[in-house]
Nanobody, 127 residues
């Protein structure tokens, strides 16, 4: 059974940094893609970034490009989202998700349905 366990998040002032982690279990291979998403109450969930665990191919939404960095540690089956230069509009609940399949991350494909989700973590950026 695939499980995703998140850590990190919290409260930070604008311009600050936070790092999120998402540890995946239930995999005995690297042939899957995993992503980070965020949601503000009352708004549609937004795909922030995703990465292929096999070859590290990455995608970033335009709203975070140049500020957020997604990375992976295959030995730990963990992905990270380093968020720099945070803005109040980055405030949201952040979640990682995967459908346990390998695919190329793009602006279109990140919107696909996912089978497995992390528990979500609040990121709050004060102005």
């Amino acid at each position: 059974e695939v499980q995703l366990v998140q850590s990190g998040g919290g409260l930070v002032q604008a311009g600050g940094s936070l790092r999120l982690s998402c540890a995946a279990s239930g995999f005995n291979h690297d042939d899957y893609t995993i992503g980070w998403f965020r949601q503000i109450p009352g708004k549609e969930r937004e795909g922030v970034s995703c990465i292929s665990m096999s070859d590290g191919v990455k995608y970033y939404d335009d709203s975070v490009k140049g500020r957020f960095t997604i990375s992976r540690d295959n030995a730990k089956n963990t992905i990270y989202l380093l968020m720099n230069n945070l803005r109040p509009e980055d405030t949201a609940v952040y979640s990682c998700a995967t459908d346990a399949a390998l695919w190329v991350c793009t602006k279109r494909t990140i919107k696909k349905p996912y089978d497995y989700w992390g528990q979500g973590t609040q990121v709050t950026v004060s102005s």
